[in-house]
């Protein structure tokens, strides 16, 4: 091996070495890259608007990320203040509730009795009523809750940290995101340039209308939700609203974690008919309805993207590592498809014939 040759491979080994290092010692802030990404698609209409208006960048990025934080912050603050309220409110006359949960109490356990094989399980594990199922329950999830609680406090400083890096990842990213492109392009040979440079128009195209289509997805469910609590009679349905559109933002959380609570609150206060609708409503309508009609059909009209993908780049890498899959999964598939629709466009572009979309 002459002395180029030599010379050559250790740069490489080098250079792949210390990629590795860095890929390493960055790989407990790959969440924070990805939802840095999901905010910069997400706020980019934000951000060219605001630049035509203000003709510069950095004013227009920083506005950006400031408006999303002081949207979140005011939503987290009315559900906060709204919760803090109601508990008040319960602790300053327990028997307002306490009343209806004993009365639920004596229904259910007549309702067990009247029947041979209820009535032989009550008699094995509620006999004392249904306090002791509950005891038992809450006993059983304490040590849970207890590390649950113990780890996000000890791990407090480091979300915090996380959620700083994230808002300035993604202003950078919002400043910087065309420059990067046309870098990227200047360093490629030039016979690949052309399909290089397909390819990232496709991807952007396909990244921009997913993750767009996540955030619209969750923002109707939230306006659905609002005006479905609002003619159920439930208060603060505006809030609940709000709370519906930031938790749909979190898979496999979602609107759940409100109407399910709300269930179980109009059954203990024995108002049978809203808990019912309202269980209904919150199933079909917003948990079912959005992620099997509204995100596949925004996608496939926006940009001809099959249903079938878009259920699997946001629900299955979900299942598969974790909370950021809703990120990383859109970003795998639509690669995947952005290489598709690349070849495709070439090939129809040698044959003189129209792209199939």
């Given at each position: 091996?002459?002395?180029?040759?030599?010379?050559?491979?250790?740069?490489?080994?080098?250079?792949?070495?210390?990629?590795?290092?860095?890929?390493?010692?960055?790989?407990?802030?790959v969440p924070v890259v990805v939802f840095s990404i999901?905010?910069?698609?997400?706020?980019?209409?934000?951000?060219?608007?605001?630049?035509?208006?203000?003709?510069?960048?950095?004013?227009?990025?920083?506005?950006?990320?400031?408006?999303?934080?002081?949207?979140?912050?005011?939503?987290?603050?009315?559900?906060?203040?709204?919760?803090?309220?109601?508990?008040?409110?319960?602790?300053?006359?327990?028997?307002?509730?306490?009343?209806?949960?004993?009365?639920?109490?004596?229904?259910?356990?007549?309702?067990?009795?009247?029947?041979?094989?209820?009535?032989?399980?009550?008699?094995?594990?509620?006999?004392?009523?249904?306090?002791?199922?509950?005891?038992?329950?809450?006993?059983?999830?304490?040590?849970?809750?207890?590390?649950?609680?113990?780890?996000?406090?000890?791990?407090?400083?480091?979300?915090?940290?996380?959620?700083?890096?994230?808002?300035?990842?993604?202003?950078?990213?919002?400043?910087?995101?065309?420059?990067?492109?046309?870098?990227?392009?200047?360093?490629?040979?030039?016979?690949?340039?052309?399909?290089?440079?397909?390819?990232?128009?496709?991807?952007?195209?396909?990244?921009?209308?997913?993750?767009?289509?996540?955030?619209?997805?969750?923002?109707?469910?939230?306006?659905?939700?609002?005006?479905?609590?609002?003619?159920?009679?439930?208060?603060?349905?505006?809030?609940?609203?709000?709370?519906?559109?930031?938790?749909?933002?979190?898979?496999?959380?979602?609107?759940?974690?409100?109407?399910?609570?709300?269930?179980?609150?109009?059954?203990?206060?024995?108002?049978?008919?809203?808990?019912?609708?309202?269980?209904?409503?919150?199933?079909?309508?917003?948990?079912?309805?959005?992620?099997?009609?509204?995100?596949?059909?925004?996608?496939?009209?926006?940009?001809?993207?099959?249903?079938?993908?878009?259920?699997?780049?946001?629900?299955?890498?979900?299942?598969?590592?974790?909370?950021?899959?809703?990120?990383?999964?859109?970003?795998?598939?639509?690669f995947l498809l952005a290489f598709y629709r690349t070849?495709?466009?070439?090939?129809?572009?040698?044959?003189?014939?129209?792209?199939?979309?």
């Amino acid at each position: 091996m002459d002395s180029d040759k030599k010379y050559s491979f250790f740069v490489v080994s080098l250079i792949l070495l210390v990629s590795i290092v860095a890929v390493y010692l960055t790989k407990e802030f790959v969440p924070v890259v990805v939802f840095s990404i999901f905010l910069t698609y997400v706020l980019y209409p934000v951000y060219l608007h605001l630049k035509k208006i203000t003709r510069s960048e950095r004013i227009a990025s920083s506005v950006s990320v400031l408006s999303a934080l002081f949207i979140l912050g005011l939503c987290i603050y009315l559900l906060i203040s709204s919760a803090v309220k109601e508990i008040s409110k319960l602790v300053a006359s327990p028997g307002q509730l306490r009343e209806p949960i004993l009365a639920l109490e004596k229904e259910l356990l007549d309702f067990i009795s009247s029947s041979d094989y209820f009535s032989f399980i009550a008699n094995r594990y509620i006999s004392d009523g249904l306090t002791q199922p509950v005891v038992t329950a809450i006993n059983w999830s304490s040590p849970y809750a207890k590390t649950f609680l113990t780890s996000f406090i000890t791990n407090t400083p480091l979300y915090m940290i996380s959620f700083v890096l994230t808002l300035l990842f993604t202003y950078y990213f919002l400043i910087d995101a065309r420059r990067l492109r046309t870098q990227f392009i200047d360093i490629i040979p030039e016979k690949h340039k052309e399909k290089v440079d397909l390819f990232i128009k496709e991807l952007n195209v396909i990244y921009y209308n997913l993750f767009n289509i996540f955030f619209v997805t969750s923002f109707i469910t939230g306006v659905i939700a609002a005006v479905g609590f609002f003619l159920l009679g439930i208060p603060y349905p505006v809030i609940l609203g709000m709370a519906v559109f930031l938790l749909t933002l979190l898979p496999l959380v979602g609107a759940p974690v409100i109407y399910g609570p709300l269930f179980i609150y109009y059954l203990v206060i024995q108002e049978y008919f809203t808990a019912v609708v309202l269980l209904l409503f919150g199933i079909f309508i917003l948990s079912i309805f959005p992620d099997s009609f509204i995100r596949p059909r925004l996608a496939k009209d926006k940009a001809s993207i099959h249903p079938v993908i878009t259920l699997l780049s946001f629900t299955a890498p979900i299942f598969v590592i974790g909370f950021t899959g809703f990120i990383v999964g859109p970003l795998v598939y639509g690669f995947l498809l952005a290489f598709y629709r690349t070849i495709l466009i070439t090939k129809s572009q040698k044959l003189g014939e129209e792209p199939e979309s």
